[in-house]
């Protein structure tokens, strides 16, 4: 404690030496702080890779992977995974699932390695790519503890998800930012810094993904992730948007994108970290207090600076402001972060282990198509490489895709601490747009799935706010039906109805 308050009065009176402190570069603890960082959100889940990054210097592993030295951008293969357990035994075409790898078009050597995931229903199913967040996590975690079409049983097979979204969606996971995952390169100039970096080469993927898969394109689109995707993916689709604008490539047929327990602006977020603590009683309202008078200015500062200024502000914000989150966790001593219900047992709060075994296993290696490329389902490299795009306001780009009718949904775990639905609630209403006024003045109706209210929306023409009843962070695993319901009224375009139609049915009762 008495160390926290040395640095509190640092940040308290002078902010800007702190930040000039982080500027030098030799301070060795600007560089090992983010690691140790990472590495302990990464054991927190149990995932321990056997790489920081997928940035390959031997080249055996490069020659032995799926990528040949084709001309073609993207190398894609047939998947069925060999421990699936299928009753019907569908045949693997059409199971109609794919594994390979993109040899992103700006990059010195680097490749980007996806799922596809055919829809169960109806190939004219809109298609759905997901992002996980981290960031530098793969998307994989959301493949088999999340939305994918399989879970992953203790006796390592699959075994189907009755409520994956692919049962409503032809969905897409990808593997990045490079050196997440399988997507790997042979140089370490590919690894990415800024949302310009990642959206570019997302953008790329899709443009070599539609044209290997034309029957795709006429398809409504929709970019979906969790996390820090709330980065990812309003970049993503301002990308996509301005593509189809200025005719770059193929038009992408974008309708939406959706965000769950997102990172989104972090200056709003950051600062309703103490008030939902105090709400769910995870700290006090002297603690509370003393948060906001001490630890709150001091952070809203380095984000305006981080706002205006250049890398270095926007890597000192993240530390100025983390000081606000630590700070509050010191308080609540075990709870997990991710669902303030839970407790982190040891330093586990969740055991995704499994995953890291199961893609490790030969057969699944083979049947993958991934060569000698490690699994790295956690990147501290890449976490560490993302930190000056940390404090980085992405609403500002939002505005302009909703004033040109592309939906965006807002989705939130009500009892997710780390990125809560209150902070995202706020900026949401918040923002100014045309609609904006009309959102903040329309009511709460409850989402109702199977008769019981799943949670509570808000919207307003192409905007919508879903907090999610019952779940934290990793909504889809929380409540699996709610979601897969969610995804599929959202892009149906039917989300609102659903809940006016409630609305009416409980007046009539
Ligand atoms: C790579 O090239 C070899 C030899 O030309 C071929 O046998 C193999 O099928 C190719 N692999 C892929 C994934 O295209
Ligand atoms: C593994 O577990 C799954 C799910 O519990 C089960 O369906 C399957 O039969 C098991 N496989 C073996 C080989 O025990």
């Known amino acids: 404690m008495g160390h926290s308050t040395t640095t509190l009065n640092v940040v308290v009176l002078c902010p800007l030496l702190l930040i000039i402190f982080f500027l030098s570069p030799s301070t060795t603890s600007a560089t090992t702080f983010p690691s140790i960082q990472a590495k302990n959100l990464f054991s927190d889940l149990n995932l321990f890779p056997r790489q920081d990054a997928n940035i ?6 490069i020659v032995s992977a799926n990528v040949n030295n084709t001309k073609k951008n993207i190398v894609e293969r047939n998947l069925r995974f ?9 045949s693997v075409e059409d199971l109609g699932h794919r594994a390979g790898y993109y040899s992103i078009q700006h990059s010195h050597a680097a490749k980007m390695f996806y799922f596809f995931f055919k829809s169960r229903n109806n190939e004219k199913d809109p298609v759905v790519i997901w992002l996980t967040g981290g960031p530098g996590c793969s998307s994989e975690l959301a493949v088999f503890y999340e939305n994918g079409p399989f879970k992953i049983a203790d006796n390592m097979s699959l075994v189907w998800n009755d409520y994956g979204w692919d049962k409503v969606s032809n969905l897409l996971y990808v593997d990045q930012p ?12 590919d690894v990415r810094h800024d949302e310009a970096g990642v959206s570019n080469d997302l953008y790329d993927f899709l443009q070599a993904f539609f044209a290997e898969h034309p029957e795709y394109v006429t398809n409504d689109f929709f970019i979906t992730g969790e996390s820090y995707a709330g980065h990812y993916i309003p970049a993503f ?5 301005r593509g189809n604008k200025a005719k770059e490539g193929i038009h992408i047929n974008l309708k939406g994108f959706a965000i769950g327990n997102g990172l989104t602006n972090p200056g709003v977020q950051y600062k309703a970290y103490p008030d939902y603590a105090l709400s769910m009683g995870i700290i006090t309202q002297a603690e509370s207090d003393h948060i906001n008078k001490l630890m709150v200015p001091p952070c809203e500062l380095a984000v305006k600076l981080c706002g205006s200024g250049g890398k270095i502000a926007c890597t000192a914000s993240y530390f100025v402001c983390d000081i606000i989150f630590n700070s509050i966790l010191s308080r609540a001593a075990d709870i997990n972060y991710y669902d303030i219900r839970k407790k982190c047992e040891g330093s586990l709060c969740y055991d995704f282990s499994n995953m890291e075994k199961f893609l490790n296993q030969k057969s699944v290696r083979e049947a993958l198509g991934v060569g000698d490329i490690d699994f790295v389902s956690c990147s501290s490299t890449v ?4 930190l000056v795009d940390w404090m980085k306001n992405l609403e500002v780009g939002i505005p302009a895709l909703l004033e040109d009718g592309i939906n965006l949904l807002i989705y939130a775990g009500e009892y997710d601490f780390i990125c809560n639905w209150l902070g995202n609630s706020r900026w949401v209403h918040a923002m100014e747009w045309s ?3 009309e959102f903040v003045a329309s009511s709460e109706v409850p989402f109702i799935v199977d008769d019981s209210e799943a949670g509570l929306l808000k919207n307003y023409g192409p905007l919508s706010f879903l907090k999610v009843h019952d779940a934290g962070h990793l909504v889809p695993m929380d409540q699996p039906k709610a979601s897969l319901e969610m995804l599929k009224r959202w892009t149906q375009g039917t989300l609102s109805e659903s809940g006016a139609n409630a609305e009416i049915l409980v007046a009539e009762m």
């Not at 060999?82 to 569908?90: E, H, Q, S, Y």
């Not at 689709?237 to 948007?241: I, L, P, Q």
């Open 237 to 241: 689709a301002a990308r996509v948007h």
């Open 82 to 90: 060999p421990n699936l357990v299928d009753p019907d035994g569908i």
């Open 178 to 189: 490079t050196g997440t995952g399988f997507s790997y390169s042979s140089d370490s100039r």
């Open 435 to 437: 609609g904006q006024k």
């Open 383 to 386: 976490y560490q490489a993302m």
């Open 56 to 61: 390959v210097h031997h080249h055996d592993s």
